[in-house]
Nanobody, 124 residues
């Protein structure tokens, strides 16, 4: 599996961004896809996950009212739409692919493949 993340940038507080992660190399519908983020000096933490079927998603409490994860089978892409961005959302955002299906995988070790990361900076 290859994952290519894009869409990061510099936005002011309250702004919006949509991250994309293009998937290739294996059947898209076999893999759950998630987003993590890593701020400088901190561990990589879970943001959101959408199951392989696309019919169920989960995100953390601190973003669930502001971020939305989705996937497009025709485009073989997973998206993270982010609204009302805050300075604390500043981080490198990574997409990952997971075969874990019984529960929502929220730990990095549950993911088999990762994209290269895209920088999101929220600053005035």
């Amino acid at each position: 599996v290859q994952l290519q993340a894009s869409g990061g940038g510099l936005v002011p507080p309250g702004g919006s961004l949509r991250l994309s992660c293009a998937f290739s190399g294996r059947p898209f519908s076999d893999w759950g896809l998630g987003w993590f983020r890593q701020a400088p000096g901190k561990e990589r933490t879970f943001v959101a996950h959408i199951k392989a079927s696309g019919d169920s998603a989960y995100s953390t409490d601190d973003v669930k009212e502001r971020f939305a994860i989705s996937r497009d089978t025709a485009e073989r892409t997973v998206y993270l739409q982010m609204y009302n961005l805050k300075t604390e959302d500043t981080a490198v955002y990574y997409c990952g692919a997971s075969r874990v299906s019984v529960v929502f995988p929220t730990h990095p070790y549950e993911y088999d493949f990762w994209g290269q990361g895209t920088q999101v900076t929220v600053s005035s």
